[in-house]
C-alpha cells in the first residue's frame, strides 16, 4: 500500500496534476462512460484493445464505493464499466446497431424510471396492505365473529359458485 502511495506521489509530482485535478478528469471520464457514442467510439480507434486502456478502466472499479459514488450524475457508468470487462461486449459496441440499441434502451430507462418507481411504489403498498387485512381477520376471530362477514365486507373476494345438484 505504501509502495503504491508513494508511486503515486511520483506521478503528480513528475506531471504537476494535484489530486483535486485529477479527482475531476476521473470523474468526468467515469461519466463519459454512460455514453454508448463514445464508448462505440472508444472501440472504433482501438483503445479497447489497449491493456494499459483496460487497466485504467479496472482501476476506476473504486468509484462505486459510497464516498465515490456519491458524486456520480449519470449512474449507467458504472454499468458500462462493468460491461466494459466483458471481451465480448468491447467487441459489440464497435458495431454501430449495438451502440443505437444501447441508447435507445437507456433512453427507454429514462422515460420510464419515474412511472416505474411509482407502480413498484403501489405494488409494495398493495402487498403491505395484504397482512393487514389478515389482521383483521384475526381480530374478529378474537371478538367472537367466526363467519368473518366484517372481514369480507373489508376486504371482498371473488364469489365461488357451487354447481347445480
Known amino acids: 500500500m505504501a509502495e503504491a502511495q508513494d508511486k503515486l506521489s ?15 478528469l476521473e470523474l468526468e471520464f467515469i ?6 457514442h463514445y464508448l462505440n ?3 472504433q480507434n482501438k483503445y479497447l484493445e489497449d491493456k494499459a486502456f ?3 478502466l479496472k482501476y476506476l472499479e473504486y468509484w462505486r464505493q459510497p464516498q465515490y459514488a456519491s458524486y456520480i450524475r449519470f449512474p449507467h457508468c458504472l454499468a458500462m464499466l462493468d460491461l466494459l470487462q466483458s471481451e465480448h461486449f468491447r ?6 446497431v449495438v451502440m443505437d440499441e444501447l441508447h435507445t434502451q ?11 418507481r411509482i407502480k413498484e411504489a403501489a405494488a409494495a403498498a398493495a402487498s403491505a396492505a395484504a397482512p393487514a387485512g389478515q389482521e383483521c381477520q ?8 367466526t363467519t368473518g362477514q366484517a372481514v369480507q365486507a373489508a376486504a371482498p373476494t371473488a364469489a365461488v359458485q ?3 345438484q
Not at 461519466?31 to 454508448?36: F, R, T, V, Y
Not at 437507456?106 to 416505474?116: K, L
Request: glycine content about 2%; proline content about 7%; charged content about 10%.
Open 10 to 24: 511520483r506521478y503528480l509530482a513528475e506531471t504537476n496534476v494535484n489530486e483535486h485535478a485529477r479527482f475531476i
Open 31 to 36: 461519466q463519459c462512460l454512460a455514453n454508448p
Open 41 to 43: 467510439w472508444l472501440a
Open 54 to 56: 483496460l487497466n485504467y
Open 91 to 96: 467487441q459489440a459496441i464497435a458495431s454501430p
Open 106 to 116: 437507456q433512453a427507454f430507462y429514462w422515460m420510464h424510471y419515474r412511472t416505474n
Open 138 to 145: 384475526a381480530e374478529a376471530q378474537q371478538a367472537g365473529n
Open 162 to 164: 357451487q354447481p347445480p
